[in-house]
Nanobody, 123 residues
């Protein structure tokens, strides 16, 4: 499976960005998808996830109410709408696909990862 993330950039605090991720190479429908991020000097952390047909979503407490994950199975796409961005949201954002059972919050449950897209929020 290949995952290609895009949409990152530089934005002022309070602004918005929408990340996109396109998947190819394997069945997309019915499998979970997630977004993780990694800031310099920090471990990769969970941001948001969505189940195979979008019936459930999960968010880290730090982004709840500001970020929205969605997917378009017809286009093999997953999105992350980020509003009210804060400087602490600055990180490389990765999309990942989950073909393993287990928690949506754990990076170890995701088998395939995109290359990451940089998000920088200036104060």
């Amino acid at each position: 499976v290949q995952l290609q993330a895009s949409g990152g950039g530089i934005v002022q605090a309070g602004g918005s960005l929408k990340l996109s991720c396109v998947a190819s190479g394997r069945a997309f429908n019915g499998y979970g998808l997630g977004w993780f991020r990694q800031a310099p000097g920090k471990e990769r952390e969970f941001v948001a996830a969505i189940t195979g047909f979008g019936e459930s979503t999960y968010y880290a407490d730090s982004v709840k109410g500001r970020f929205t994950i969605s997917r378009d199975n017809a286009e093999n796409m997953v999105y992350l709408q980020m509003n009210s961005l804060k400087p602490e949201d600055t990180a490389v954002y990765y999309c990942a696909s989950k073909y393993l059972s287990g928690s949506y919050y754990s990076s170890t449950r995701y088998n395939y990862w995109g290359q990451g897209t940089q998000v920088t929020v200036s104060s």
